[in-house]
Each structure stands twice: as structure tokens, then as C-alpha cells.
Nanobody, 131 residues
């Protein structure tokens, strides 16, 4: 069975950092892209970042560009989202998702932020940034 487990959320002060992890199993990790999405209370789920394991390229939403980085450890089937300079508006439940159809995050760009492309979703992990 395909499983995605997101963890690493917590409470942090504005300006602080957190690292989220997404552990994947049940599919050929190297053939998939992993995306991070977030959903704040009362808002739509939005894309944050994506990494395509086939070519190791990445994409970031404008709202997090320059503050967040994404990386993949293919040996551990795990993707990390390093979040720095956190702001209260980053408060949300963060989800990771897997896509076999995103072959290049760089080439597909903003399309990687669309939920349509993702077939599998993990449970969320809550990030709360206090002011």
C-alpha cells in the first residue's frame, strides 16, 4: 500500500525554523515527485513546494521562495521541507503528496502547485507560528 507520512510540525515563534519530513513507502520513490501543500483555517489548500526525484529539480510558491528549501533523500524515501524565517501567515496544516506525472518540477513550474497532479496524500502535520 502507498503511504505518505508527514511529520515535524509544531509551535515556533516568528522568525524561527522548522523542518518537516515526508516518509514514503509502497511505490518507486525515484519515479515520483513529492509536493508540499498547506491549508490554513478557513482557506483553500495551496501548494508550497515540489521536488521531482527523476531530475532533482524544485519549485516554490512565491509566498515561500527564499525562505523554504526542499530536499530528497532517495536512500530513505524521504523528502524534507526546511522552513526558515517563519511568519504567522505560514500557520497551517502541511500535507505531502506524491505524483507520478510530474517528471520535472522545474519544467512544469506553477503546475506542480495544482492538486490535480497528485495521486497520493499523507496526513497533515500542524505548523503554528506565533507572533
Amino acid at each position: 500500500d502507498v503511504q505518505l507520512q508527514a511529520f515535524g510540525g509544531g509551535l515556533v515563534q516568528a522568525g524561527g525554523s522548522l523542518r518537516l519530513s515526508c516518509a514514503a513507502s509502497g511505490f518507486t520513490f525515484d519515479d515520483y515527485a513529492i509536493g508540499w501543500f498547506r491549508q490554513a483555517p478557513g482557506k483553500e489548500r495551496e501548494g508550497v513546494s515540489c521536488i521531482s526525484n527523476s531530475d532533482s529539480t524544485t519549485y516554490f510558491a512565491d509566498s515561500v521562495k527564499g525562505r523554504f528549501t526542499i530536499s530528497s533523500d532517495n536512500a530513505k524515501n524521504t523528502v524534507y521541507l526546511q522552513m526558515n524565517s517563519l511568519k504567522p501567515e505560514d500557520t497551517a496544516v502541511y500535507y505531502c503528496a506524491a505524483s507520478p506525472r510530474i517528471t520535472s518540477a522545474q519544467a512544469m513550474g506553477v503546475m506542480t502547485m495544482i492538486r490535480f497532479w497528485y495521486d497520493y496524500w499523507g496526513q497533515g502535520t500542524l505548523v503554528t507560528v506565533s507572533s
